[in-house]
């Protein structure tokens, strides 16, 4: 899919996140959309990615650990096509993530 990323808002402490760091960007990556990875604690990354958050997630409210936001051109007019919240098999993830990206 051209121009369409998945962003995974993910935390360092997070131990589902860790887990699914195992398969989450291959399956992206098969799934032909590129990934991007903004641990909540990187400051320098997690800036540039920061109001795509909070335009789905105020003040943080009701993300999962980890989310993901699959989004259309994020370096530029954005638009959010869908969302994959909290830990889940590598099946199931590419369920998830192949059904929000054929619908768009």
Do not use: A
């Not at 589902?16 to 032909?32: A, F, L, P, W």
């Not at 795509?52 to 009701?62: A, M």
């Not at 994020?74 to 969302?83: C, K, N």
Request: glycine letters at 8%; aromatic letters at 10%; charged letters at 25%.
């Amino acid at each position: 899919m051209e121009n369409v990323f998945v962003i995974k808002f993910s935390s360092e402490d997070c131990g589902t996140c860790h887990r699914m760091s195992h398969y989450d960007k291959k399956v992206s990556n098969e799934c032909g959309v590129e990934f991007i990875d903004v641990p909540m604690q990187d400051t320098n990354i997690y800036r540039i990615y920061r109001k795509i958050l909070l335009t789905k997630y105020p003040n943080k409210e009701g993300m999962g650990w980890p989310t993901y936001l699959i989004v259309r051109n994020p370096s530029e007019d954005f638009s959010i096509l869908g969302e994959i919240k909290g830990g889940m098999s590598k099946g199931d993830f590419r369920s998830q993530l192949t059904s929000i990206i054929t619908i768009s």
